[in-house]
């Protein structure tokens, strides 16, 4: 692939200017970890810090999906521009229902304003988190206004995920027993803003109560208390409400100067990251399969110690 070329637009010139195929390409590459998906991003990077990123998450089914489109409609009435990653790290497959979710889904936004994404790969190469920041990363060089990153909130994958937007958005829907004890602890106190989705159904007070009883047990230490919004992401009830509460935590988070403060850890943690598959890598380099076996058996035959080889691969002097 060439970068820069002076005949033709590059692919980075044609990305920059919006351009849906190219973005699209752009994706790809870095969601394969391609070879030339570092310098793509090195070009890309100073290009980007100009988007607002939301996450959303929630159990399988909560409409997430249905809410995300309300939300990017809402903003495309603004005439901000939309960028999606519904991200599944609970299927194996890259195929599958998440495609079928995303031809759905792209085939209902004939508008270029809006571009989705989908993602659903657990044995994605270096982790699904750095792959869902980088492929943010190229959302915002293509100068998209908005992105949303949905992801299904079962684990620690989606916390890390969800730890790179601005804010975070928990979706629950009343019905599902005792709703908020079943939501992982983790999930809930990544929350900037509470949605209970359909809201059309009994019982959305009883999991409004369990959110205020549990948050008055626990004070965020930035003094937020993250509000809750009903919607019914169906039929478009509380998308004004859940964008004027996104409004407001975009505000107080400006005022007391915590972006900043919020990108900062999110960078001291993804570049932790990028280093341990850096290192990673350069060591992995330096061992063949081959030998990879030779030491396994020896270790497992006690004819050395796997501190030792640690300690010998790492410098580059193991035999
Ligand atoms: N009654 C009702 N149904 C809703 C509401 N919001 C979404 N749904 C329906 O719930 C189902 C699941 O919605 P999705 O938006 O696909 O949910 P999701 O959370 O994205 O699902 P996954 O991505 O598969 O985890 C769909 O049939 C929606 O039409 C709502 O507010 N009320
Ligand atoms: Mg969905």
């Not at 270029?112 to 994605?124: E, H």
């Not at 009994?202 to 948050?215: H, K, L, N, T, W």
Request: glycine share 8%.
């Amino acid at each position: 692939m060439c970068l820069t070329s002076a005949s033709t637009p590059s692919l980075v010139d044609r990305l920059r200017s919006g351009d849906a195929r190219a973005l699209a390409r752009a994706i790809s590459i870095v969601e394969n970890r391609r070879p030339e998906a570092v310098a793509l991003l090195k070009t890309l990077f100073p290009s980007t810090g100009h988007a607002r990123v939301l996450g959303l998450t929630g159990a399988p089914g909560a409409g997430k999906s249905t809410l995300v489109d309300q939300i990017a409609k809402h903003y495309r009435k603004e005439n901000q521009t939309v960028g999606i990653i519904a991200v599944d790290p609970t299927s194996p497959y890259t195929g599958g229902a998440i495609l079928g979710d995303r031809i759905r889904m792209q085939d209902h936004y004939s508008d270029p304003g809006i571009f989705i994404r989908s993602m659903a790969t657990r044995g994605s190469l270096g982790g699904l988190a750095r792959t869902t920041a980088d492929v943010a990363t190229v959302l915002d060089a293509s100068g998209r206004d908005l992105i949303m990153i949905e992801t299904v909130g079962v684990g620690q994958d989606e916390v890390d995920i969800v730890r790179l937007a601005d804010v975070t958005i928990v979706i629950l829907v009343p019905g599902m027993g005792d709703d908020v004890q079943t939501i992982k602890a983790g999930i809930m106190e990544i929350a900037d803003i509470f949605v209970i989705n359909k809201s059309d159904r009994e019982g959305a007070e009883r999991v409004e109560r369990e959110i205020r009883s549990m948050q008055s047990l626990d004070i965020r230490k930035d003094g937020w208390t993250p509000p809750i919004v009903k919607t019914v992401a169906s039929d478009g009830t509380g998308t004004k409400e859940l964008a004027a509460a996104i409004g407001n935590y975009e505000a107080y988070l400006k005022n007391e100067n915590l972006l900043v403060q919020k990108n900062v850890e999110n960078w001291r943690e993804r570049l932790i990251e990028m280093l341990r598959d850096a290192m990673l890598e350069k060591a992995r380099a330096r061992i063949t399969d081959g030998a990879l076996d030779r030491y396994a058996v020896e270790i497992a035959e006690h004819k050395r110690d796997p501190y030792s080889l640690v300690e010998e691969i790492v410098s580059g002097t193991a035999k």
